[in-house]
């Protein structure tokens, strides 16, 4: 299908009961009616070309309560960038370690207790923030190598290939060629939820498909999948966050 037109866009705002919101207005050729969206950038509100504004606006406040639940439960799931400086907290298998920076003459990470302690080189933030990501690396690859024989073997399933995975939009996939690719942002979960995405991509191995037997694999694997699935998909914001 031919996308419609962009026509105009720009940003409003608009008094609701609980204050103001604002919002872009999107203007497109061919649509007939008014479609809302809200994401992490906002509320976005699509409407034809030839509507007036009054009955646009209208149509947002016949659906506030939606607007305003949804606005709310993209704010709940913004999280401030992290500063990579003493005293930020960082999240590792569920917990979070306090980011302390002593002085050193080399680049060196080490976990001590709930303390990550980074010294590097070079100094700078940005040195500081390449040297924990290649640690959280390590770390992934040791912790899901570990988990991926461990539950393969008691699955009773000849352990994939597994390679570490940077992507931001999904956790695990799984090939023909019995390869696994885990991301290593997962590690900054708690432990059951690994295990659940472990599980979930061994289950792959047997069924490349999401048919009811794939679910029942993955539930004979991890009986308590769906609340895990549930709890990593409410704070997944929180493992991506860099």
């Given at each position: 299908?031919?996308?419609?037109e962009?026509?105009?866009?720009?940003?409003?705002?608009?008094?609701?009961?609980?204050?103001h919101?604002?919002?872009?207005?999107?203007?497109?050729?061919?649509r007939?009616?008014v479609?809302?969206?809200v994401?992490?950038?906002?509320?976005?509100?699509?409407a034809?070309?030839?509507?007036?504004r009054g009955?646009?606006?209208?149509?947002?406040?016949?659906?506030?309560?939606?607007?305003?639940?949804?606005?709310?439960e993209?704010?709940?799931?913004?999280?401030?960038?992290?500063?990579?400086?003493?005293?930020?907290a960082?999240?590792?298998?569920?917990r979070?370690?306090?980011l302390?920076?002593?002085?050193?003459?080399?680049?060196?990470?080490?976990?001590?207790?709930?303390?990550?302690?980074?010294?590097?080189?070079?100094?700078g933030?940005?040195?500081?923030?390449?040297?924990?990501i290649?640690?959280?690396?390590?770390?992934?690859?040791a912790?899901?190598?570990e988990?991926?024989?461990?539950l393969?073997?008691?699955?009773?399933?000849?352990?994939?290939r597994?390679?570490?995975?940077?992507?931001?939009?999904?956790?695990g996939?799984c090939?023909?060629?019995?390869?696994?690719?885990l991301?290593?942002?997962?590690?900054?979960?708690?432990?059951?939820?690994?295990?659940?995405v472990?599980?979930h991509?061994?289950?792959?191995?047997?069924h490349?498909?999401?048919?009811?037997?794939?679910?029942?694999?993955?539930a004979?694997?991890?009986?308590d999948?769906?609340?895990?699935?549930?709890a990593?998909?409410a704070?997944?914001?929180?493992?991506?966050?860099?």
């Open positions: 299908m031919k996308p419609r962009v026509v105009s866009r720009g940003l409003e705002r608009l008094p609701l009961s609980g204050g919101v604002e919002y872009v207005l999107v203007r497109r050729k061919g007939r009616g479609g809302l969206k994401d992490e950038t906002g509320l976005t509100v699509s034809p070309v030839t509507m007036p009955r646009v606006e209208d149509f947002v406040r016949e659906s506030e309560r939606w607007v305003l639940r949804k606005i709310a993209w704010s709940a799931r913004q999280v401030p960038a992290v500063s990579w400086e003493e005293g930020a960082l999240p590792f298998l569920g979070l370690l306090v302390k920076l002593p002085a050193g003459a080399r680049t060196h990470v080490e976990q001590v207790g709930d303390e990550l302690r980074v010294s590097t080189r070079i100094p933030t940005e040195a500081v923030r390449r040297a924990v290649d640690w959280y690396k390590r770390s992934a690859r912790h899901l190598e988990r991926v024989a461990v393969s073997a008691r699955a009773g399933i000849t352990p994939p597994m390679f570490l995975s940077s992507a931001m939009s999904r956790w996939s090939n023909s060629r019995r390869e696994v690719r991301a290593w942002r997962l590690v900054k979960a708690p432990a059951q939820m690994i295990d659940y472990v599980c991509e061994l289950a792959h191995l047997r490349m498909n999401h048919s009811a037997a794939f679910w029942a694999e993955v004979r694997q991890c009986p999948y769906r609340r895990l699935r549930e990593l998909c704070a997944d914001h929180l493992y991506r966050s860099f």
